[in-house]
């Protein structure tokens, strides 16, 4: 992962949209979030507030903030079946 852009994403006049960014961040893992967030945050700098693209990515930043900051979390009440990481849980 690098801060490298699609050519098409940051071609003169190009506006992004929301599927672009869902296909930036979507799978977007704990060791890359805050690379991907720094990302995302160019991609929208320039939108108007009330843009769907703009909406859509400073939510997913609040998301990939937050992803980056925690790790991966398995084993809750809703993944039953998981065992939670070692990396999570070991160390407090």
């Given at each position: ?42 991609l929208?700098?320039?939108?108007p ?44």
């Open positions: 992962m690098s801060s490298y852009e699609s050519p098409d994403l940051t071609a003169s006049g190009h506006s992004v949209t929301v599927d672009e960014l869902r296909s930036l961040t979507a799978a977007a893992t704990p060791h890359f979030a805050m690379q991907v967030r720094e990302r995302v945050k160019r929208i700098a320039n939108l507030a009330e843009d769907p693209a703009r909406v859509y990515g400073e939510e997913q930043l609040q998301r990939l903030a937050a992803l980056g900051a925690s790790g991966e979390v398995r084993g809750t009440q809703n993944e039953p079946t998981l065992d939670p990481l070692d990396s999570v849980t070991k160390g407090d």
